[in-house]
Structures are given as C-alpha cells and as structure tokens.
C-alpha cells in the first residue's frame, strides 16, 4: 500500500461546479500536507499548505486535513476554465506525493 | 528572478550512455531535492540535500548520484542511462524541508 493515495480521476466538471479532490495517507506522524497545482509540460506550484488538522481557505480553494481519519480535501468553489491541470497533494517533510488528479473544467 | 533553473529541457540518451542533469537556484535555500514523475505515480524522491556537502536517498535512488559542492547547484548523475529512467525529472528547492518548495520547469529524459 502507498503511503498516500490519491482518487486518480481524471475528472470533468461544467464551469461553475464545487469541485472535490481527496487523499488519504497511512502515515501518523505527517504534520505538512500540502497541494500543488501543475499545468501541462510544467513545474508543479504549490496551492495550498496547512500544519496539522483543520481548515485553510483562500478565496475560491479550501483545504480540510482530518488527521482522525488520515484524510485530506482540497474544494475548488465557482470552477473556471482556467482551474484545469493536475492536483497532487503532498505530505510530510520529505514531501510524500498522490498520483495527481487530473481536472478538466469544461466551459 | 530566476527561482529553480534546469538543463536541459529534453534530452534523448541511449542506452548505456551517462549524463548529468544541471539545477541551480538562486534563493540561498539549504534544502534541495530531485524527483521523477511518471504517468499514475506522482512524484517519487530521488535525492535530497540539506546543505552544500549533505546529501541522501530519497524513494527511487537506485541509477542516480547526486552531489551538493555549493547551496546553489545540485546536479542529478545518470551512471548508465537504461529505458526504465524514461520520464520528467523535476529539481526543487526550499529554505528548509517543510516549507514552499520550489519546482524548477522540469526536464524530460528519454532513453531509448
């Protein structure tokens, strides 16, 4: 088993959708977890971090880490077009990688 | 701002052959890594440094070495390129572990 899996989609959403990426880990001890962006032929860039569990938003992107349950949530509000690429989360020091999901938000 | 530079861009190698992947950043950040990226696996570790002189294995460090001479520069050595070494090789650097990580544009290596 992966130390962190991740629903491997891909996923199409209408504009405008709520949209849910998720990822459960096996490992205890992780206290980072993070989500990166990445567009095609691209570097990966970081979306959001969070230490420990509870909620972090920033505007249209919020990231719920549930340490009880070794899970984790990224929710996208009002989809745009612009939203589409692929969302890995990562987790730990050593930074613990998803396979990615791959988001498409179709006009 | 350059950020995490990478060399080259793509690359085609032959089986066998050795070569070295260039990453450079300019943030004076201490910590340094390299992954691969391949379809349905996300990132994997390859290695990582703490600092100029201080390096280790990450997940997948089997045919790589690595070396950290100065903060700045932290090549990815190929000993003897073989096909399973296809894939997006990413550097990355950050001022400590658990913070932002920097991702450089990625270099694509194909070995044939």
């Known amino acids: 088993q992966k130390e962190v899996e991740q629903d491997p989609g891909p996923l199409s959403v209408p504009e405008g959708a709520i949209v849910s990426l998720n990822c459960t880990y096996s490992?205890?001890?992780?206290?980072?977890f993070m989500w990166y962006r990445q567009y095609s032929r691209k570097g990966p860039e970081l979306l959001m971090y969070?230490?420990?569990?509870g909620n972090k938003e920033d505007g249209r992107f919020t990231a719920q880490v549930d340490k009880s349950s070794k899970y984790i949530s990224l929710f996208i509000r009002d989809s745009q077009p612009s939203d589409s690429a692929t969302y890995l989360c990562?987790?730990?020091?050593?930074?613990?990688f998803g396979q990615g999901t791959e988001l498409s938000v179709k006009p | 701002n350059a950020g995490v530079t990478q060399t080259p861009k793509f690359q085609v190698l032959k089986t066998g052959q050795s070569m070295t992947l260039q990453c450079a950043q300019d943030m004076n950040h201490e910590y340094m890594s390299w992954y691969r990226q391949d379809p349905g696996m996300g990132l994997r570790l390859i290695h990582y440094?703490?600092?100029?002189?201080?390096?280790d294995q990450g997940e997948v460090p089997n045919g790589y070495n690595v070396s950290r001479s100065t903060t700045e520069d932290f090549p990815l050595r190929l000993l003897s390129a073989a096909p399973s070494q296809t894939s997006v090789y990413f550097c990355?650097?950050?001022?400590?572990?658990?913070?932002?990580?920097?991702f450089g544009e990625g270099s694509w290596l194909t070995v044939v």
């Open positions: 990562a987790m730990g020091s050593r930074l613990i």
């Open positions: 990355a650097s950050s001022q400590q572990s658990q913070n932002t990580i920097y």
């Open positions: 440094s703490v600092g100029a002189g201080i390096t």
């Open positions: 969070t230490y420990s569990s």
């Open positions: 490992n205890s001890a992780f206290q980072y």
